[in-house]
Structures are given as C-alpha cells and as structure tokens.
C-alpha cells in the first residue's frame, strides 16, 4: 500500500509540475487555503492549488485534514488527498462566477488510544462532487465558498463538507 501511496504522490507532482508548465500563458494559477464543516460535526481545514488547462477548466489537487474522537475515547486524524477538476462558469460583466468540482481522493484515517502508545491506519478511495461561487473574480485574491460532498468507496457512509477559502494568484 505504501508503494500504491508513492506512486499516486509522483504522478500527482509529475501532473502539477507539466500544469504549470503549460500554464504560464493562461495565467491561472492559484494557491489557496480553506476551512470546513462536515455535517457529521467535524471541522476540516485544507489547502489546494488551482492549475488552469483552459480558461474554464483546471485541475485543483489538495489536501484536508480533520481530528475528532469517537465514542471509545480515540483520536482519529483524517488526510484527505484529493485531485479534483474544476469548471468554472462566468458570468459576463459579473465580480463572481460558478465552479463544479469533481474527482477522485485517496484517504488515510490514522486512529491512536485504542491501547496504550498502539495505532493504526485505515486506508480507502472516496470520490468527491460538489460546487460553489468564487467573489471578486478579477482580482489577485478571492474568496470562495462552496459545498462538497464526499462518497467513501468500500466504506459505509458519505459525507457533506461546507467550505469557505481564500486563493491567491500567483
């Protein structure tokens, strides 16, 4: 498994690195951090970038984290890897836009107080969907809101994350 994590972090490096390449004529790229609330009743806080393809369509890979403790008295800290697509859809003479994210995310819940100085990890896919408004479009730093919802492969449960953040252009 740990090969399997290896290899999806080098081919999403490899990606982001030939984005940015290919980018710098299309001037989108961006950087961005956001915080979230699960309705499950978790905080989430994460960071993403924003790598333009064409003017409608990027790739936006990222990771969340969140902590909380379930009913048996363990902690549990949640990393959340995610490559997402993200179109945006403008709207002419407006100082905000639309976005729909789609894509796919690789999951490690890492779980310590089960015994005493023991933990483990739990590992799994989820696939991620959602959408939001991104304001004040035309400037270096926006703000964004929006709502994802996470489908866990394998797993029994989803969940909805409602977000808020803040890119800056690089």
Known sequence: MKKLIS????????????IKKSNAQLNGTFVGAKVGFLLSQKFVFGLFGDFALTPNFGIEPGIDATAYSDNKDRTIIRLSMEANGRY???????????????GPAYVIDRTTGETYGASSDKQFFRINLGGGITFNNRSEGQILTGVKVNFDIGQNGSDVQIF????YFL
Do not use: C, D, M, N
Request: proline share 3%.
């Open 164 to 167: 808020v953040g803040y890119r």
């Open 7 to 18: 290899i999806f972090l080098i081919v999403l490096t490899l990606s982001v690195l030939s």
């Open 88 to 102: 945006s859809f403008p709207f002419q003479g407006k100082t905000f836009e639309g976005f729909a994210i789609a």
